[in-house]
Nanobody, 121 residues
Framework: QVRLVSSGGGLVQAGGSLRLSCAAS????????MGWYRQAPGKEREFVAA????????YYADSVKARFTISRDNAKNTVYLQKNSLKPEDTDVYYC??????????????WGQGTQVTVSS
């Protein structure tokens, strides 16, 4: 089993920045990548970014590619999502996920608890 604990959400003004963290514990060796997703009320969860634990590959949704950066600290088993130039439409609950990299990112069954990001205009 993999346990994911996310943090770093909050309220920020448009144009501001936030960094989300996701700390993984448990059988983290069973997966080789981590991803971030976001979900607005009444909508499906959508992919944001992913990274291999080896750091060799990163993958972004087109809507965030120039503004968000995913990174990892293997020593801490933690993945980060640096979000810059935030827009009101980035307001969502953000979830981290432990999954697999096989040419692209495949989400696994383990999810973090979600962290709310609210961007005011």
């Amino acid at each position: 089993q993999v346990r994911l604990v996310s943090s770093g959400g909050g309220l920020v003004q448009a144009g501001g920045s936030l960094r989300l963290s996701c700390a993984a514990s448990g059988r983290t060796f069973s997966t080789n990548a981590m991803g971030w997703y976001r979900q607005a009320p009444g909508k499906e969860r959508e992919f944001v970014a992913a990274i291999r634990w080896s750091g060799e590959n990163t993958y972004y949704a087109d809507s965030v590619k120039a503004r968000f950066t995913i990174s990892r600290d293997n020593a801490k088993n933690t993945v980060y999502l640096q979000k810059n130039s935030l827009k009101p439409e980035d307001t969502d609950v953000y979830y981290c996920n432990s999954g697999a990299w096989r040419g692209s990112y495949y989400p696994g069954i383990y999810w973090g608890q979600g962290t709310q990001v609210t961007v005011s205009s």
